[in-house]
């Protein structure tokens, strides 16, 4: 992307935008597309009180579920292909949406010191950043 | 067991899962939002629909994640935050340069327009700039079009926003003192974090957004008594290459605490005023957090 | 044999019993342990044991359960079913560990291999049969491992139990060739029967012996390999076969201890934060590196998209 590209992102992608269930993997997985996840993973997925378990690859799993914190909205972003296009511009649309997600750590169980679940602290600070200040 | 394989670089990555401020769907006369580039090249923003909001992005990065979204596997393990992001900060920079240069009241379209960055001049156009310009400038008498620089105007606009930070802080039990932070240890939520604690941590993310030379006169403002440049002085960089974890990014809030005067200044400044109005809530019990009555958010 | 409880969740490990004969909890006891599908790629393994009072090693001998390995299938149902009939005097005990459970244990991060996952299953067996009231005076295992050992071990873990451990021992000692016949009947029976959680619709299920080389075993993992999951929960992940085949036909998968991976990666991490701490911006504003309350969450700004 150069410099001063702009990347439009288009909203009207979001009316035919399905929920779906998103999870983070604690392992990068060399491949972007197609793949049988509810019928390999979420088959085989146990629940109890305190956390979810599952194995992939042969390895154990150990997750829970979090919610996209209030006032926000989990959004799964896609580059419209510019066929070739010389514009600099770019686009981006909504493919997906969700307002939860599962992580997954390897073998160790979930705790609010995940990473990720102290991420989820960034919105309500930037608010607290960025807000309008009263005279 | 057989070899290991390679990573091969990610290189043509075209999906993103993003947590966007829920805002960022409403469209505004059939206009999209923009992610676009601004004098912080260092960022990606967004411009709202209509360019009424500006948002700051930011992503969850750890090695080895990848998603499942749907059906699908998306190699790229990161996460997105799309926040909303005060435009002011972004039009100080241009504010305090024109300021230096001019010392007059300038039209602020003047000021904020950069060839580098042409999207800056959209900040204009965020409902907030304009509103809230005075927090930062003065307004030329009898005309709105016409401001100036104001140090004075900044560091008390600077100072809401670091009190605004430790009610955040404390209300999401952030721990912000100075103990050892890593993995392998667990994290302690201690109510004990004392408001020094608190100013440093919230000074340090406030200068996140703002030129370090304005830091240092913001932490001088917030607490007047630190006179002696020695303690004001950023450690060397050598402390921050030693093993012990100095957080980066408070070299410069960092003071000895032995040098710091612990006893109470004759007189209070306002901003510790404030805060020793905000800290109290900090020694009530957490589930006062929770509670509407001892609510310590301000609105 | 009822393997409903298995089967309502065949992720995991198991316990089935016989009940425990009122004579086992009178009379000095002997009991046997072996174990059936420790080498396959497929399905569980079984850990059996079983137990009679040393008076009645006679009347196990003519039940002729000796020597199960020459035994073919029918046969050795047939000899189960003699096994349940003598449960006056005969007692039993399995430990089912599924695929599932022996590929996490192998491959998790601090390694927990299959003489370790072995041994700990037949003591827990022979535990459970003391604890049941068991009069417990002799015990033969077959080997896992170096033999002399392993019944040290054993003969430390029960003081005041007479510990025999041999290779082979399911042909030399009747007591452990009837455990060896339970744990090859329930093995028998849930690789038959195996439930497939995962939602595949009709799945071959004519997968041969389950050994790395019958050819039928081999087809059937070229025929179920997913490119992205690998393998359903029956097929044991820590086996090599089953790795070289994902290694040459599914993605790639990276976790953070993979051992070069691992590497490779802390040293990048190390490279990046060393870097940021000394590149200032193109615009020369000041190195800014990022407040703990980011870095602490793993958050930095994104450049472009």
Known sequence: MTCHGVTRLHLSSLKRAEKVPVHLMPCEIEHNGLAQVSQYFTATTKENKKEKTVSFRGRGLKGQEISCPQGYTGLVLKEVDRHGSDQEDRTVKVTSVFDKLTYWNLETPPTSDDTVVMAMDWPELAEAIHGTVED | ?299 | MDLKQFEADNSGSCRLASRIPDVCRTEDCCLGVDEAGRGPVLGPMVYGICFCPVSKKEELKDLKVADSKTLNEAERENLFQKLDEAQSYVGWALQILSPNMISTSMLQRTKYNLNALSHDTAICLIQYALDSGVQLKEVYVDTVGPAEKYEKKLSQLFPGIQVTVRPKADSLFPVVSAASICAKVARDHVVKGWNFAEDLGEIDTDYGSGYPNDPKTKEWLLKYLDPVFGYPQFVRFSWSTAQTLMDSKAAPVHWDDDEEDGEKAAQQQNNRSMLSYFSASAEGDRAQPTHRFFSERRLKSLKSL
């Not at chain 2, 201690?190 to 304005?214: C, F, K, P, W």
């Open chain 2, 1 to 299: 067991m057989a070899a290991k394989k390679k990573r091969t670089p990610n290189t043509h990555n075209d999906s993103w899962v993003v947590i966007a401020a829920s805002a960022v769907e409403t469209q505004k006369h059939d206009c999209d939002p923009d992610f676009v580039k601004l004098r912080n090249p260092s960022t990606l923003y967004m411009l709202g629909a209509g360019d009424v909001q500006l948002y700051e992005v930011k992503a969850f990065e750890e090695d080895f994640h990848s998603w499942f979204v749907g059906q699908t596997v998306q190699r790229d393990g990161k996460l997105l935050f799309v926040t909303q992001m005060d435009p002011l900060y972004l039009i100080l920079p241009y504010m305090i340069k024109s300021g230096q240069e001019q010392g007059k009241f300038q039209p602020v379209d003047q000021v904020v327009k950069d060839d580098e960055f042409p999207a800056s001049s959209r900040l204009l156009s965020c409902t907030r700039s304009l509103t809230s310009l005075h927090h930062i400038a003065e307004g030329k008498v009898g005309s709105l079009k016409f401001h100036r620089y104001s140090q004075e105007r900044t560091l008390n606009w600077l100072q809401k926003k670091v009190e605004r930070t430790i009610v955040a802080l404390k209300k999401k039990h952030i721990c912000v003192g100075e103990g050892v932070k890593s993995t392998t240890y667990v994290r302690v939520k201690t109510e004990s974090d004392n408001q020094e604690d608190y100013l440093r941590y919230a000074h340090g993310l406030i200068s996140e957004y703002i030129s370090e030379e304005l830091s240092k006169a913001l932490l001088k403002h917030l607490l007047p008594e630190l006179k002696s440049a020695k303690e004001t002085e950023p450690p060397s960089k050598k402390r921050k290459l030693s093993d012990k974890p100095v957080e980066a990014g408070e070299d410069y809030t960092k003071f000895n605490s032995g040098d710091f005067a612990r006893k109470p200044p004759k007189k209070m400044t306002a901003a510790q005023k404030t805060l020793a109005k905000v800290d109290k809530s900090g020694m009530k019990p957490m589930s006062s957090f929770f509670s509407p009555k001892t609510k310590a958010e301000k609105k």
